[in-house]
């Protein structure tokens, strides 16, 4: 069902008018979960990014990685500092086709919200641990995370945000048509998100911008760990040729400078190819609404053909030389431990966990769930500290 916006104050501020026609008003929202007054001072958008902002999930963040671990230094991202990076990209590229930036910007903010400790590591050994009560899916938590975990407010669970941050949200990387992870399946039977179809181009681009970040931010990670080297670097589809191109303009460059050179041209060329694409599909389709952006049969925000092959070959490259590294395979196998570890002996005594967290246990569906949630929510040091308090030893990542 859809639901109104709800009891809108007069505005103080003054909203933009430069919105594309199919970019998503925020005039037209289908409001929230639970009804609440929305600000006299803020878009119900701005309103979302910041109780994103201000979330306790959103700050634990600044301790989950996503390749690395903490042994690693303290040059490399963490989810936090990606997901700001995304939230720039996102805000930029909104800006420049007229959608609205804080809707972009909060999503982007919000896409790594239900990861686990660890990265993929840990979200693969929950997911295994769990797999007889379906398994863990990080979109699904941080849904979850939003809609009940967050306990910010006297009236309700989570961060009642928007109808279209929730879209987003959930559906950043487009229909979902197959299973669906109970969370996702609960949450859209008692307030449908449109599953099948694809999200505002809002979302759309939050989902490009993490891919435009992660492919910059893992290169520099990967070089300055020296998991490869610049002249293997020279020898990789896409940033290959911008990397000969550094070396024969400037010679050797100390490795931030040559970091530095090679993101901001990757990521012009990846951001401009982006746009010309995303145009062209606009001129195309003529979307007079955000409802026509959802109807159509494919997304409307996409990298060119050769550029989407280029990106894919250097996905490839990254994860052979970087997630395949034998120095980060023993590290993600000891992460997958901490995880199934702490899940084998959180869930077999729940009294392990703190009151108000064993005082959900009331049976084994009930006991999985909470475990998971729990797990879920750590930092890399709160879960090897965990570890330690529970085995008497420690882990060394």
Not at 69 to 75: I, N, T
Not at 102 to 125: K, N, R
Not at 179 to 191: E, H, N, Y
Not at 299 to 319: G, K, N, W, Y
Request: net charge negative; proline share 5%; charged share 25%.
């Amino acid at each position: 069902m859809d639901k109104p916006l709800g009891h809108l104050r007069e505005p103080v501020y003054a909203p933009p008018t430069t919105r594309a026609a199919y970019a998503t008003h925020w005039a037209d929202s289908r409001g929230r979960y639970h009804d609440e007054i929305e600000s006299a001072t803020r878009t119900p958008y701005q309103r979302d990014r910041d109780r994103i902002l201000h979330a306790a999930a959103f700050r634990r963040l600044k301790q989950k990685t996503q390749v690395f671990v903490r042994h690693e230094g303290d040059y490399y991202r963490t989810r936090l500092t990606h997901s700001l990076e995304v939230s720039q990209i996102a805000r930029s590229l909104a800006r420049v086709l007229a959608l609205d930036e804080d809707l972009a910007e909060a999503l982007a903010l919000a896409h790594d919200l239900g990861h686990t400790p660890f990265g993929h590591a840990g979200e693969e050994a929950l997911s295994a641990a769990t797999s007889r009560f379906g398994g863990f899916d990080h979109n699904a938590h941080a849904l979850r995370l939003v809609t009940k975990l967050e306990h910010r407010y006297a009236d309700f669970d989570g961060l009642n945000l928007t109808w279209e941050t929730l879209e987003g949200l959930v559906k950043h990387n487009g229909p979902m048509k197959d299973a669906l992870p109970a969370p996702i399946a609960g949450f859209d039977a008692r307030w449908p998100l449109e599953l099948k179809s694809w999200p505002g181009l809002e979302a759309q681009l939050a989902s490009l911008a993490d891919d435009i970040a992660y492919l910059n931010h893992d290169i520099d990670d990967g070089l300055r760990a020296g998991l490869f080297d610049i002249a293997a670097l020279e020898g990789a589809p896409l940033a290959g040729p911008w990397a000969r191109e550094i070396e024969a303009r400037y010679g050797t460059l100390e490795l931030g400078r040559f970091i530095g050179e090679l993101v901001r041209r990757l990521m012009s060329a990846l951001i401009g190819d982006l746009l010309d694409e995303t145009r062209t599909r606009i001129e195309r389709a003529k979307p007079a609404s955000a409802v026509d952006v959802r109807g159509q049969d494919d997304a409307l925000a996409a990298f060119s053909p050769d550029m989407a092959r280029e990106v894919t070959a250097l996905r490839q490259f990254l994860f052979t030389r970087m997630y395949r590294h034998p120095r980060i395979v023993e590290t993600v196998e000891k992460a997958k431990r901490v995880i199934a570890e702490l899940f084998a002996a959180l869930s077999n005594d729940p009294a392990l966990l703190p009151p108000d967290w064993a005082a959900l246990c009331v049976n084994e569906a009930t006991t999985v769930s909470t475990v998971r949630d729990y797990i879920a929510g750590m930092t890399d040091n709160f879960a090897l500290e965990e570890h330690a308090r529970i085995f008497h030893t420690e882990i060394a990542l």
